[in-house]
């Protein structure tokens, strides 16, 4: 295969390798025909369950924005990487800042630069891209404070329907609250992540009990379908 460090082997790094989807990507890369694909991942986390089925583990444990790019780049030195897989957006706007570094070193990186990437992880700027060019996209509110987050969550029709409650800057599920009244109600709830699914009364006692500023933040608010 062309491009590659060894012609008959390969190798993939997978970062936050403790993700949900992590055990589906490793088998696909298990599963790549005609070249040997030996996989390695990385976690901020030290204890990942996925650690066990990669043949090669590092921690990021105490990068922060202004170092996990330097980071990757250099496990991906020691490994002779091929091809890293970002796990999360945070990863994504890291190794997107470093690009050239990382092809200059060998490694393909896929996914968009970084101008692409930034617009996406705004949220509401992503949605009103899409409107503009006729594209589907979702009915949202972008509001600040909990009596705003409140008045929206009744203006998208809870309790007729289910409402998302968002951060506008948030990653992996962090700060998301599925508000509705149809049961069964599933208890959901993940302080350490503050995400849940709940009714609206559950959502203000967990705002309060989680100590979660809705004030000064943008959150978006939409329709659960």
């Not at 091809?83 to 470093?98: N, R, T, V």
């Not at 970084?114 to 409107?131: E, G, I, P, T």
């Not at 203006?155 to 069964?184: E, H, M």
Request: net charge negative.
């Amino acid at each position: 295969m062309d491009g590659l460090h060894d012609p008959l082997r390969a190798t993939a790094l997978i970062t936050s390798a403790g993700g949900t989807y992590s055990a589906a990507i490793v088998a696909c890369l298990r599963d790549t025909e005609g070249v040997d694909v030996i996989v390695a991942g990385v976690d901020c986390q030290e204890s990942v369950d996925a650690k066990f089925i990669l043949d090669h583990f590092a921690s990021l444990n105490g990068a922060d924005a202004s170092t996990t790019g330097r980071r990757l780049l250099s496990i991906c030195a020691d490994l002779s990487t091929d091809i890293i897989f970002p796990g999360s957006e945070f990863e994504c706007l890291a190794i997107g800042e470093l690009r050239d570094e990382f092809a200059a070193a060998g490694v393909f990186v896929p996914m968009p630069d970084n101008q692409v990437m930034k617009l996406m992880a705004n949220k509401s700027s992503f949605y009103r891209l899409l409107d503009e060019h006729n594209l589907d996209s979702m009915e949202f509110v972008v509001v600040t404070g909990k009596q705003a987050v409140l008045a929206a969550i009744d203006d998208l029709g809870y309790p007729r329907r289910g409402v998302i409650v968002k951060p506008q800057a948030g990653a992996g599920s962090r700060g998301t609250f599925v508000i509705t009244d149809a049961p069964p109600i599933p208890s959901i709830r993940n302080r350490n992540r503050q995400y849940a699914m709940c009714t609206k009364d559950e959502f203000t006692v967990l705002c309060d009990e989680w100590e979660i500023q809705l004030e000064g933040q943008e959150l978006m608010v939409m329709p659960y379908y």
